[in-house]
């Protein structure tokens, strides 16, 4: 979960890992990733 926020990739992260995790991941990704590249950039 650590790995994926820091990377803020859920592409790569959802394709392999079809589990649990990326359910949660997805659900966790959208608002996350929106907001991160935008603070990062």
């Not at 990739?9 to 659900?27: E, F, G, K």
């Amino acid at each position: 979960m650590p790995a994926s926020s820091s990377m803020g990739m859920i592409s790569p992260a959802d394709v392999p890992s079809r589990n649990s995790s990326a359910a949660s991941l997805t659900h966790m990704a959208p608002p996350r990733i929106c907001r991160r590249p935008v603070l990062q950039e």
